[in-house]
């Protein structure tokens, strides 16, 4: 387990398999009885250039910002290096102590596509849609669950939208050259 | 670290097992002529959007609930990971329609953070404000329409007289009514017009009033009474266990607000109190947000009074706009213009979760930027959404006829359940 502090908020990145054991120690031990969030973010394309995830699929163009791509373009001379991160997925899960002062931290995995991460539901009763949630916008499996559907999009809708290599509009174009 | 001691309303839990959000149907009754499924929504007036709730009677007792959602999903987060940052705020007032303030103020105070920028004394106090207003505004649609689908078609009439009265405030500052978009990143868009002051005192003095003519018509009228009071029945430990927050912790019982305890803009500096009710019924949400309405108002005549004159946005020119009439004269000016605008502002590298007291209760915003003109990830959490699962711990055992007091009573905006 490893401890940041970033923004005048605390992050503790543990390993999944350890994940409701140190759920159960920050509600039972520390006072976090309230999950406020669980985000899971895509960091597919991180720090590359020509990132998927604008317009368009990985392999199609930005049409934001046409032409090549990425930092090293941009005139104001803001280079654009970002941190690597250990995984394509973090999940985040944004805890509050119902105390004055609202402590909050944020525990936060890291795992590769495919990789189920545990339920909290058994931890926190909330944790029920917003795991629903995750899987259907990001396709994070949730081991546990007892009734991981979609929730928001269609029940037989293909794909995860909040992906980075979902794209945001259109159709993609087949040209008469290409095969 | 030492439990707080919450009021028991009911022992033991309610919270439906195995799955919190869902009352499923006992196995004995499937199939039972005696069962008879209804499908509640998605379009009915008394669902505050398009919300589809699957309903088991037996009987007049609901027996089996299951909640259906998506209906209004617009992928507002896939949409705001495409626009720069600056036009990104265009997006946050529209996933809550109801208290689209707050949202603007969520991602503007999450996107301040990250690049921790100094925001003007005097916006911090038109923020404050407009929160306020927002709030007694998004109220006042809760009190209106739970009123009416209980058939008290006055109410509606009523709150809407001064819900019109706010957006007029509204139009004065902002330029429109709703959707305002007045928050910059760094403080606010324009000025505040010089008439707002006495218009705003105006309001504030007939606010009282008009909530006293509201208690006058509600809180002592006995079919009120009775369609409320016991109904939806939400213990202290189930309302934290399901995440709740808001009105509904304060009416079961909760001394919590974010705006006392975790104390951002000028909310330390301003005196108000939290509504407690201890009841968790149907009957202590309303009465929460009627006493909210009162200090509301109250804040906004404080917020009035603390007005400082000055700036109303940093001057940052690599983050904020130049002011208009120096682009006629300023090559350097019309440059920084041009780039906000094109190319967006630069947001450092990092990830925040900020969270605000909606009207609802917590509302979250937590960003992901990844140094460049366009964040990485949004998320919104929306405290509607929350609110929505503990409609099956509310629900149990309760009668078909109490159903629309209480889904209306926990104040669900779809918008929000669905973004």
């Given amino acids: 387990m490893e401890r940041r502090e970033a923004y005048d908020e605390t992050t503790l990145v543990v390993d999944p398999a350890r994940l409701l054991e140190a759920c159960r120690f920050l509600r039972d031990e520390e006072g976090f009885d309230l999950l406020s969030d669980i985000t899971a973010v895509d960091y597919l394309g991180w720090g590359e ?12 163009r930005d049409l934001n910002a046409p032409g090549e791509q990425g930092a090293s373009v941009h005139s104001q001379g803001f280079g654009r290096s970002p941190e690597p991160k250990p995984a394509r997925f973090a999940i985040n899960y944004h805890l509050l102590a119902v105390v004055p002062g609202a402590p909050r931290v944020r525990v936060q995995i890291w795992v590769e596509e495919s990789r189920p991460v545990p339920s909290v539901i058994e931890i926190w009763p909330t944790a029920d849609w917003h795991e629903r949630e995750q899987f259907d916008l990001m396709g994070i499996t949730f081991e546990g669950h007892p009734h991981l559907r979609r929730i928001i999009m269609e029940d037989d809708w293909e794909g995860h939208p909040l992906r980075k290599d979902y794209p945001l509009g259109g159709e993609p174009v087949r040209f008469s050259g290409d095969e | ?49 398009v919300l589809r709730l699957v309903v088991d009677l037996s009987g007049e007792r609901v027996v089996g609930l299951r909640a259906v959602i998506g209906y209004l999903h617009t992928g507002f987060e896939k949409n705001m990971e495409q626009k720069t940052w600056w036009k990104a705020i265009t997006y946050a007032p529209r996933v809550d329609y109801v208290s689209f303030q707050n949202n603007e103020l969520v991602f503007v105070l999450a996107v301040e953070k990250l690049l921790g920028i100094e925001v003007p004394p005097k916006a911090t106090w038109m923020r404050t404000l407009l929160a306020e207003l927002n709030r007694i505004h998004s109220h006042l649609v809760f009190l209106g329409t739970a009123a009416l689908e209980l058939g008290a078609i006055s109410m509606f009439w009523y709150c809407f007289r001064e819900r019109d009265q706010i957006l007029d405030l ?55 009474l009775e369609r409320t009071q016991g109904i939806g029945l939400l213990s202290a430990d189930d309302a934290i266990a399901l995440g ?65 004159e000055g700036p109303w946005i940093a001057d940052d020119r690599k983050v904020v706009l130049p002011p208009r009439h120096e682009l006629h004269t300023s090559m350097e000016s019309l440059i920084h213009h041009f780039k906000i605008v094109t190319e967006g502002f630069r947001v450092p590298e990092g990830e925040v979760y900020v969270t605000v007291e909606s009207p609802r209760g917590e509302l979250g915003c937590y960003l992901v930027s990844d140094g ?11 405290p509607s959404f929350v609110a929505l699962e503990a409609t099956a711990t509310c629900m149990s055992d309760a009668l078909i006829a109490d159903f629309i007091a209480i889904v209306g009573s926990l104040d669900t905006v779809m918008g929000e359940v669905d973004r």
Wanted: proline share 9%; aromatic share 10%; net charge negative.
């Fill in chain 2, 1 to 49: 670290m030492a439990v707080t001691e919450r009021p028991r309303i009911y022992e033991g839990s309610r919270i439906p097992s195995p799955i919190p959000s869902m009352l499923v149907l006992p196995e004995e009754l499937r199939g039972s002529d005696e069962i008879l499924q209804v499908n509640f929504g998605p379009n009915h007036p008394s669902t505050h959007g």
């Fill in chain 2, 170 to 224: 509204f139009e004065m500052v902002t330029g429109s009514r709703m959707h305002t978009r007045y928050y910059q990143v760094g403080g606010l868009a324009e000025d505040i017009p010089k008439g707002f002051d006495p218009e705003a005192r105006k309001f504030c003095e007939w606010m009282p009033k008009a909530i006293d003519e509201y208690e006058t018509i509600l809180s002592r009228n006995e079919i009120w």
């Fill in chain 2, 244 to 308: 709740q927050s808001g009105p509904v912790v304060r009416a079961s019982g909760i001394d919590w607000d974010l705006r006392r305890d975790e104390g951002y803009l000028s909310y330390p500096e301003v005196d108000f109190d939290v509504p407690v009710y201890p009841n968790g019924d149907v009957y202590d949400r309303y009465k929460v947000r009627i006493d909210e309405m009162r200090q509301s108002t109250r804040i906004v005549e404080q917020c009035l009074d603390a007005m400082p």
């Fill in chain 1, 49 to 60: 250039k020509g990132v998927a995830g604008y317009f368009g699929t990985a392999a199609g």
């Fill in chain 2, 372 to 382: 460049g003109p366009r964040p990485w990830r949004v998320k919104f959490r929306a």
